[in-house]
């Protein structure tokens, strides 16, 4: 049997046909090679199935191409798209609150699938989060590549002289290094395009292990990218640009990209404008995607094309510059061939590119580069010896370089043929697959599927077919007595359904979480969740669930962890023996103050530790197993007992229960919550009380399951 992947490509606009490279911020480079990637596997006789999972969308401003759950790209490859989140589309920096869902979605598929795919691929930090969750919770395989690290970008704004806090708000950086430092700790391997990601870029990362990244660089489509040129391609480019240029004869400075910050485009524009050799001797023309009307564009790409457009009326440019609107996916080939033809320069300004594909592409049509001084160019030059390197962030330096790399025919025409030959030799895409195969083929050989939950027969499931999870340490301990004698009553009659169970959550050990329990006189309790998440028992058991152990203690170092955070004694006191366990490694803070949670994974990062700091009510942080959570606790008992989650029920009131809130539980929030919770009111499965009275009861009587 050959093999079944598994793509996670969430954000952008992707389909089979005719791909909208520029339309957004999201839709570049990556979302093509990707699919490229996912073609070129399907085409080989060891793959039986290539699935790629993206974004459901339904949005009258974009393509119903993009709200088609199924979508057949090739012969055994197929688009999978789920919807998560609201219906229209968003940019992916406002993806992240409901990247629980779609997680719980994947895992709920797979597990029902007789044959679950042989490794997982996830392209970018938000597909890196969700294929994080999914390899933990089954065991399969899992492979990263970041394409554009958060590390590195938020180095290069600050660089640049952007604020941290507009970094924050507009990239939800802290989020994406997050997820990718999560990634990375679950990643059996980490596929880089080039030595530079790999040496440098990833190296910032406290989970990365420099043993798990290969270099595979990306490849290039030999049968649109050639330097075969043809004179209707070049009548048809000449049409398209026409209107632009007064001479339209000189050798064009061209960049192809998206109309995005990172890209650098304003400063080519002004390195342009300044100098009187360049205008002299060239045009410039900016194929930054298709726009219709300014006013739909994000609000980062109408920025950049006001300052393109001031730029051009500040250094006069008129004639001189070309920015079409429109352009198709299948002319772009052709561009190149355009240029080559008119002996120009591709130019690639951007503050990072890791990546580099398009300089591939302008190569192997025979035109030369003028590129970035950062990781894909770097390499690309290293082996196609086909033009020159720029620091992006000094004009002088970039102009220059432009300068330099027009100057000398001869010059041009060896890096030409040099840019032809060398993509040739080292950038093709049947390279580029076998390599890829061949890694995942090696790495499966060593992969230990432990971690796999074991699944058991329904019928023998403790859980019953409805499961009510209450929370012993806030929602049980702070009722009052009124309260607490009408729960009993609606419990009672909740538990007169055989298929209606009740489960215990608990920061507690088990002995204290029963004896406290039998305190308040409630119906008898099924599932015990103690010890913030890291500990599971059934019933009146005494053993806890040895697989749910088994999976958590994944690289933990209790003692490890206690030493990391002995440094940050001034904000940590350690609570009590008997607040302590195996897994669960409890503090006091000194002085409430939700920013020591970043702290703290730092520290923990910086000491190589597989952990992670909860901290709830304000004052009381537990340090718990990397894959361990109250969250994950309950997703394992969904899977070994094949409960659907939508049957399993919480309540979150406290700072530190929204993770309860996220993914396809049901949910309650209580009247009287924490504010930090109302960022759950976009969950479409969280119930908010809108009165005091009953208000926990209310969310219960909301699902039905009185």
């Known amino acids: 049997m050959g093999f079944k992947l598994l793509h996670l490509n969430l954000h952008g606009l992707i389909r089979a046909h005719d791909l909208e490279l520029g339309r957004d911020a999201d839709t570049g480079g990556q979302t093509l090679y990707v699919l490229e990637l996912v073609k070129g596997l399907a085409s080989r006789p060891e ?46 920096e406002l993806l992240w609150p409901y990247l629980d869902d779609l997680a719980d979605q994947l895992v709920s598929k797979l597990s029902s699938e007789e044959q679950r795919p042989d490794w997982i691929h996830a392209h970018y930090a938000d597909a890196g989060y969700v294929g994080s969750l999914v390899t933990r919770r089954l065991g399969i395989p ?97 049409k398209l640009l026409s209107s632009f240029l007064r001479h ?70 008129y004639g001189q510059v070309a920015y079409p609107k429109h352009h198709r996916r299948d002319q772009i080939p052709a561009i190149y061939r355009w240029a080559a033809h008119r002996r120009g320069l591709f130019v690639n300004s951007a503050l990072t590119e890791p990546f580099g594909l398009t300089l591939l592409e302008a190569a192997a049509c025979g035109l030369p580069m003028v590129a970035t001084d950062d990781g894909g160019p770097r390499d690309i030059l290293a082996r196609c010896k086909n033009g020159l390197l720029a620091d992006v962030t000094d004009l002088e330096s970039l102009q220059d370089s432009l300068e330099e790399g027009g100057s000398d025919s001869h010059k ?51 859980l019953g077919e409805r499961l009510l999870i209450l929370d012993l340490d806030s929602d049980l301990e702070l009722a009052d007595t009124n309260s607490l004698i009408t729960l009993r009553q609606s419990l009672k009659t909740f538990g007169l359904e055989k298929q209606n169970k009740i489960g215990v959550l608990t920061g507690r050990s088990l002995k204290a979480a029963r004896k406290r329990y039998s305190e308040l006189h409630l119906p008898e309790v099924t599932v015990w969740i103690c010890c913030a998440g890291t500990e599971i028992y059934y019933g009146k058991e005494e053993q806890s669930d040895l697989f749910w152990q088994s999976s958590i203690g994944v690289d933990w170092d209790r003692s490890g962890v206690e030493l990391a955070l002995s440094a940050l004694k001034d904000h940590l006191k350690p609570q009590e ?121 209310d969310g219960l009587k909301y699902y039905r399951l009185f």
Not at 55 to 64: F, G, K, M, N
Not at 431 to 452: E, G, T
């Open 248 to 317: 339209p004869e000189l050798p064009p400075l061209l960049t192809i990209s998206r109309a995005v910050r990172r890209k650098n485009i304003p400063a080519l524009v002004e390195a342009y404008g300044r100098s009187p050799v360049l205008r002299q001797r060239h045009n410039l023309v900016l194929v930054l995607g298709c726009r219709e009307d300014p006013r739909q564009l994000e609000k980062q790409q109408r920025e950049v094309f006001q300052q393109i457009f001031d730029l051009v009326d500040r250094y006069d440019l």
């Open 412 to 462: 041009w025409e060896r890096w030409s043929q040099n840019g032809i030959e060398g993509v040739s030799r080292h950038f093709s895409w049947d390279a580029h697959v076998c390599n890829y195969l061949a890694l995942m083929q090696d790495q499966l050989k060593s992969f230990n599927s432990c971690s796999r939950v074991l699944q058991e027969d329904q019928k023998n499931s403790p």
């Open 577 to 697: 023996r008997q607040h302590q366990s195996n897994y669960k490694i409890s503090y006091l803070l000194r002085k409430p103050n939700v920013a020591i949670l970043p702290l703290v994974r730092k520290r923990l990062r910086q000491q190589s530790q597989a952990a992670l700091p909860y901290l709830r009510c304000h004052w009381y942080l537990d340090v718990i197993p990397l894959r361990a959570s109250r969250t994950e606790a309950i997703r394992h008992l969904a899977i070994r007992w094949g409960l659907p989650l939508e049957k399993i029920f919480v309540v979150a009131s406290q700072q530190g229960d929204a993770e309860l809130g996220r993914g396809l539980t049901s949910a309650v929030v209580p009247f009287e919550h924490d504010p930090s919770l109302d960022e759950l009111r976009s969950q479409q499965r969280v119930f908010f009380a809108s009165s005091s009275k009953n208000s926990f009861l």
């Open 142 to 238: 899992f492979v990263f590549t970041g394409h554009s690290l958060g590390r590195e970008k938020q180095r290069q704004l600050i660089a640049a002289g952007i604020d941290h806090d507009q970094i924050e708000q507009s990239y939800s950086i802290s989020r994406r290094i997050d997820a990718e430092e999560l990634a990375l700790a679950h990643s059996n391997l980490v596929i880089t395009s080039t030595r530079q990601e790999a040496e440098h870029q990833y190296k910032r990362y406290g989970n990365y292990v420099n043993e798990k990244a290969k270099v595979v660089p990306p490849g290039v489509d030999a049968t649109r990218f050639h330097s075969i040129q043809s004179d209707s391609e070049i009548k048809t480019v000449d």
């Open 47 to 92: 793959v039986d199935q290539v699935d790629l999972v993206t974004r459901l969308i339904q949005d009258r401003r974009i393509s119903a191409d993009y709200s088609q759950p199924i979508e057949v790209i090739a012969p055994g490859a197929n688009i999978l798209r789920f919807p998560f989140g609201p219906k229209r589309y968003l940019r992916k």
